[in-house]
Every structure is written in C-alpha cells, then in structure tokens.
C-alpha cells in the first residue's frame, strides 16, 4: 500500500516563498500568475495493510509528525 501526503501552508498563514517564486515569475513575464503557494510532498510505502489501516496510520502520522496542524494543512491518497 502506497500513500502520497500533501502538506501546504493554511489560506490565513503568509507564504514568503510563494511570494518570491511569484515576483520572480513575473520578472520572467508571467504575469497572470496571481498566487504561488508552496508545499511538501511526502510519499510512503506502508507495506502490506488495508486501506482501512493505512487510512487510520496516516490520519495519525500527518497529526503527529508530517504537518504542523497549527499553520499547515494535509491530504492525502492511498495508492
């Protein structure tokens, strides 16, 4: 069972890298950009569980560990 974890800034936290990414995009002339957010991608290998066991690991783990919960947010899909 694999899983992928999308952990990204909460819509009310500021993203100084989003911003950055943004202005120099727009230097490079695209300027329709209006929002860059940046975020982490973490993939795992949970072995061989259930879904129902993976999806009960990884509620915990992204809780616990993976994102902070105080300014990030999480998803995730169960491959």
Do not use: W
Request: hydrophobic content about 40%; charged content about 30%.
């Amino acid at each position: 069972m694999k899983a992928k974890v999308f952990v990204t800034l909460k819509k009310s936290i500021a993203d100084p890298q989003g911003n950055a990414i943004k202005n120099a995009l727009h230097k490079l002339g695209y300027t329709n950009t209006e929002e860059v957010r940046i975020g982490k991608l973490i993939e795992l290998d949970l072995g061989d569980i259930t879904a129902e066991e993976a999806e009960a690991q990884l509620e915990k783990m992204c809780a616990g560990l993976l994102a902070n919960t105080v300014i990030e947010e999480y998803k995730y899909e169960i491959i």
